[in-house]
Every structure is written in C-alpha cells, then in structure tokens.
C-alpha cells in the first residue's frame, strides 16, 4: 500500500502525536520527577500508580508492534524498520544499566524531560543538555569504536 502525503502533513501529524504524548505523560504523572522518584522508592514511601502506565503502555505497545510486524508501510506511507537484533550483550546491558541509574537519580527519563523543557523547568532544561551530551560522547565513542573481528 503506497499512501504517501506531503511533508507538510507527516511533519503535522508527528507534532500532534508528540503533543498528545506529552499530554498523556503530564497527566499520567511520568513528567513528574517526584512521583517517578516515589514510584522508584520500593523500600520506602513507594507510590505504585505508575506501575499502572506502564503496564497500560506495554499493553499499547505490544498490540502496536504486532500489528506494525505484519505490515511494510506506516498508515503514512513511510517504511516500517523494527528492530532485529536480539543479543542481549555487554553494551545493551551497561546501557540500560546507566539509564535506569540515571532515571533513579534524577526522577526524569527522555520524554519526559521534553515535556518539562517545553513547560521551562530548570530541571528539564539540565537533563536534556546532559543528555545531548552523553549522546554526543557516544557517537564519539562509536565513531572510534573498532569493527568486531578486526
């Protein structure tokens, strides 16, 4: 199925999408840093309710991606490209391990942190600069990174 549409449209409908994304994090509590810090706190003060959204996430997430599986274009008309690795290795798991360290620290995960900026909250505004930086750190990393076997 080729339905493509202009730019213009993608561009409109991805900006609508990323607004009702932020929407449902602001009124889900993910955007936050206290409640997600409370949530995180399991041997304290510990607040479930988030356990709800994400369990409500994966449940959307699960049937988004079946249904993206057994299709090659978006309903936009742009190629599907899903992931296809599935070793769990050294760098997948230092990775998650950094960011579920740096998501306890600070209470504040990526999209989140886009919702707190656009809000004009100082701390929205470090962690996105921070994280502009540690993705830039691991394009460098990469970039210098030697090909497996050679």
């Given at each position: 199925m080729k339905n493509h549409i202009s730019n213009t449209a993608a561009l409109s409908f991805s900006l609508l999408s990323g607004l009702i994304f932020g929407i449902g994090l602001i009124l889900a509590g993910m955007a936050?840093?206290?409640k997600?810090?409370?949530?995180?706190?399991?041997s304290g003060w510990w607040d479930p309710s988030l356990g709800l959204v994400m369990a409500g996430?994966?449940?959307i997430g699960l049937i988004a991606f079946a249904i993206a599986k057994r299709r090659r274009h978006s309903y936009l008309g742009f190629s599907i490209q899903l992931p296809t690795n599935?070793?769990?290795?050294k760098r997948l798991v230092l990775g998650s391990m950094a960011f579920g360290v740096g998501w306890g620290l600070a209470g504040i995960c990526p999209a989140p942190a886009f919702v707190l900026l656009g809000a004009g909250s100082g701390k929205g505004f470090i962690f996105v600069v921070a994280m502009v930086i540690g993705m830039g750190i691991y394009e460098l990393l990469e970039h210098h990174r030697k090909p497996a076997g050679k």
């Open positions: 936050n840093p206290a997600v810090l409370a949530f995180l706190d399991v996430a994966i449940g599935r070793v769990i290795d």
